[in-house]
């Protein structure tokens, strides 16, 4: 089971442990049960002895099940935490296009709900065993009282076992379904937030969003998940009646096939049965919760993500020394040589070729780049700033050629905003003392210092105009220091005064600081401002022109 070598894999001593306590639990229960039977078949027992024998018994299970439970929880919550932190670093360090492909709904499905399934399970890890083992010791008491009884007995159990398999199956096909109609749901569940504007405004759109899209995969999310539990209830209910079957067999037919089965006897032997019927209940009452979490597994894995904390992920890549050393300051020269990048978008067999393209770019360069939608821009953005590798040609820094071995290191030197950035509460990575001392004078120019403050790195608040959040996120972005920057269409969302600000004085700032600089713009009326402008028309650089030239 994928789950049990995930705990063994965060401590194999306190697995074992926590499973040998649950089977002397067991072992000490299976003595009580023999105690039991014992007290009731012996015409006059010696009930001091038995009751000290008793006493001890009981004491012992509970301390050996409560040792056990403590373990298996202490272990199961701390793997579970190191399972979220360790998948999390999994998602960041996949290729973004990989991310763009799975898609938010995907991956917030796979940190929520397979987390919680993987949880739940891991929490039900120490009452299954414990039960196990109590199933196991009364098997073998029940051997000690009579093999031939066992011998009926375990052909009951083994006909369960197999019949068990056949809903087993069924069930877990149905709860497949349901996790891949989750993704479906939790897509629209987003829908929902980002496009509640739209939604808000016409009654027929909204009408029709959540009858024929959200509740129709809600309402099929909920029925698979009814058959599958449904599934398994028939087959604990079954696995219940055989006990009951075996306990019909052992008072009415043993007595008719041997006189030898006296009424004492008969009673030891029914006394097991219904004495395993609980723990055996219940774990088969466990069952569905390991199903869930056997296909969240499965559902991590066809992710690309993984559970098993030996294996190789992107974010342990080689860091090219070179290219570390020259991270801050060190940039002299970026290449882009016959470099081609083919874009798939999702769901679609559309295709967008990026290139081949041509570029060689000095330090401390203002490059503007143009073009239509869907040019190529924001891919190429995206091919420079390190996040995609490209298809064919070589991406090259200060002479060095950019692989998966280097590409974490290349990525230091950029700052970038892009059109659909993402702007974190707090200044990431930065010296507060730093941080304090030189933001004031940014937020005074960007005339944010009546809306935000910063205080230890952390913004005072977010909830601010799109165009506000971009000043915060371009402040950020200055404070890094980095050798590059990149903007995709800052100014979009600023009124002439930003964009004036942003052209003549931030840009100019940044580039006699000998920063390098690319900027996606369509203000043609701030063109002058660059050293050069690039216009890119469906992949290809269409013209380049160098300072000094028409507006």
């Known amino acids: 089971m994928e789950l049990l070598k995930f705990l063994v894999q965060h401590s194999k001593t306190m697995v074992w442990t926590a499973i040998f306590v649950g089977i002397l639990n067991g ?13 009731l078949s012996v015409e006059q027992p010696d009930r001091s002895r038995l009751v000290l024998y008793f006493v001890l018994l009981c004491i012992a299970s509970a301390v050996f099940r409560i040792i056990s439970e403590i373990i298996f929880v202490r272990l199961g919550q701390q793997a579970v935490y190191k399972l979220r932190i360790w998948l999390s670093r999994q998602i960041l360090a996949l290729p973004l296009p ?63 076992i197999i019949s068990y398999q056949i ?26 937030i980002e496009g509640v504007k739209e939604l808000k405004m016409q009654k027929s759109k909204s009408t029709f969003f959540l009858d024929e899209m959200l509740e129709k995969t809600a309402r099929r999310f909920s029925d698979v998940n009814i058959r599958g539990m449904s599934i398994y209830s028939f087959a604990a209910t079954f696995g219940q009646l055989l006990v009951f079957i075996v306990v019909g067999f052992i008072l009415f037919y043993l007595p008719l096939i041997s006189p030898n089965y006296s009424g004492l006897i008969l009673v030891s032997y029914t006394l097991v049965i219904l004495y395993v019927m609980t723990p055996l209940q219940i774990v088969l009452n466990t069952m569905p919760n390991l199903a869930r979490a056997s296909v969240a597994v499965e559902k991590l894995e066809s992710l690309g993500l993984t559970m098993r904390q030996n294996a190789e992920t992107p974010a342990d890549e080689a860091e090219n020394p070179k290219l570390l050393t020259n991270a801050r300051g060190g940039f002299e020269k970026l290449e882009l040589v016959n470099v081609r990048y083919l874009y798939r978008t999702e769901n679609s067999e559309d295709e967008f070729q990026l290139g081949p393209l041509n570029l060689s770019v000095e330090k401390g360069e203002l490059i503007f780049l143009t073009g239509g939608n869907g040019s190529g821009k924001t891919t190429l953005a995206k091919l420079l700033a390190g996040l995609y590798l490209p298809d064919e040609g070589q991406l090259k820094m200060n002479g060095v050629v950019i692989d998966a071995s280097n590409i974490e290191a290349y990525r230091q030197n950029f700052s970038p905003v892009f059109s659909d950035f993402y702007l974190f509460d707090r200044i ?23 809306k935000v403050k910063i205080e230890n790195n952390a913004f005072s608040t977010i909830k601010l105009s799109q165009g506000q959040r971009k000043r915060l996120a371009l402040l950020c972005a200055y404070l890094e220091d980095s050798p590059i920057y990149l903007f995709d269409e800052w100014a979009a969302d600023q009124d002439p005064h930003f964009k004036e600000i942003f052209y003549y004085e931030i840009l100019p700032e940044l580039k006699n600081k000998g920063k390098t600089i690319f900027v996606i713009s369509h203000d043609d009326h701030y063109y002058h401002v660059a050293d050069r402008l690039i216009k890119l028309d469906y992949g290809v650089i269409e013209s380049e022109k160098r300072k000094a030239f028409a507006i």
């Not at 229960?29 to 007290?39: F, P, W």
């Open 27 to 39: 072992a000490a229960s299976t003595g009580l049960l023999s105690l039991i039977s014992y007290s």
């Open 167 to 192: 809903p087993v199956f069924l069930a877990t096909r149905q709860f497949v379904a349901a996790r891949e109609t989750e993704d479906k749901m939790f897509d629209y569940f987003r829908s929902l």
């Open 98 to 160: 990989k991310i763009e492909e799975l898609g938010t709904a995907r991956l917030t499905v796979a940190l929520t709900e397979d987390i919680l399934s993987i949880t739940n399970a891991a929490t039900l890890v120490p009452i299954l065993f414990i039960n196990l083992s109590l199933v196991v010791g009364c098997l073998i008491y029940l051997v000690w009282l009579s093999p031939i009884v066992f011998l009926m007995v375990g052909g009951f159990i083994v006909v369960g």
């Open 428 to 450: 990431l990575d930065g010296d507060s003392a730093k941080v304090d001392k030189n933001s004031d004078e940014l937020l005074e120019k960007l005339q944010l210092t009546k």
